[in-house]
């Protein structure tokens, strides 16, 4: 008979939460094994472990993505294929879960943002996609600190992955400006709530250092510059009095990308900026 985690009794399952710590270490650590055989082994016991146990395993979900990471850029077709299945597998189990920890998996999150590996570049996005599509995981408040790791794959030699990085972070600033004005609650993109609902407190003030480094960075490349401007137009429209104490900071960059920049677009968006924060100040 076929094992479905959801009929079986609650001893059942307490037993089966005592055991997976002595069955998933092991299995993970076979990722990084010599022979592709071996790992391809590994990746198929830990998709039918994480099949069975569904959502206690996501106590271990760090190990499970470290060893994502590792089988994603193996290069055994094999041990990949392998990799993707587990990857939607596990996806699957944190859209239908409560019991996701996002706040233990960000400092993993940011860590990995520095490989810059086209196949992990690809598994991170596609994780930073689900998880602001899942209702109840709070991506916003944590921002701050993956930010700049999201921008510096705008500038990836795969044009497939830029756009990927663009994408995400164009409906991230949505997520931002629909939290700033009301749209609906912080915890999931799913949980629309009515109009008129009050907003919700999003800091901007963190997040604005990261912004105005990519728009004077001499080592950025004029997506980085263009789209840190359009993030602080909607910050200046946003957050108003909110960002008193980062005018400076803000005009610096909008100044510097006016008087230095060759690209019409950017100093285009540059001047629309500054228009802003002085209207701003204004009032």
């Known amino acids: ?25 092991p299995v ?10 071996v790992r391809y082994y590994a990746c198929e016991a830990l998709y039918n472990i994480c099949k069975i146990a569904r959502a206690f395993s996501l106590r271990y979900f760090n190990q499970i993505f470290n060893g994502l990471c590792f089988l ?7 041990v990949k294929n392998g990799a993707q299945l587990l990857d939607r597998l596990m996806k699957d189990i944190v859209s239908a879960s409560d019991e996701f920890q996002i706040a233990l998996f960000i400092p993993l999150l940011r860590e990995r943002l520095a490989d810059d590996n086209p ?8 994780w930073i996609a689900l998880l602001y599509s899942v209702p109840d995981i709070d991506v916003i408040s944590f921002l701050p600190q993956y930010l700049s790791g999201l921008f510096d794959m705008l500038s990836d030699p795969q044009k497939d992955i830029r756009q990927q990085a663009d994408f995400v972070l164009s409906e991230l600033l949505k997520e931002i400006r629909t939290l700033k004005t009301g749209g609906r609650p912080a915890t999931g993109s799913q949980n629309r709530s ?19 480094n990519q728009c004077t960075s001499s080592e950025k490349p004029p997506i980085n510059r263009l789209t840190g401007l359009t993030w602080l ?4 429209d946003l957050g108003k009095t909110e960002l008193l104490p980062f005018y400076a900071l803000i005009l610096g960059a909008v100044l510097h990308c006016i008087s230095s920049d060759r690209e019409d677009v950017i ?9 802003a924060l002085l209207e701003l100040v204004k009032h």
């Open 1 to 25: 008979a076929s094992l479905s985690w959801h009929r079986q009794p609650s001893h059942w399952l307490r037993t089966l939460s005592y055991f997976l710590d002595l069955l998933l270490p």
């Open 28 to 37: 993970v650590s076979l990722f990084k094994d010599q022979e592709s055989r």
């Open 72 to 78: 994603f850029k193996d290069v055994d077709v094999d």
């Open 119 to 126: 196949y992990n570049r690809q598994l991170i996005l596609g």
């Open 194 to 212: 009515e109009p008129g609902s009050p907003a919700v407190p999003v800091s901007l003030g963190p997040m604005v250092d990261i912004l105005v």
């Open 233 to 236: 137009y909607d910050f200046i």
């Open 267 to 275: 100093r285009d968006q540059a001047q629309k900026t500054n228009a």
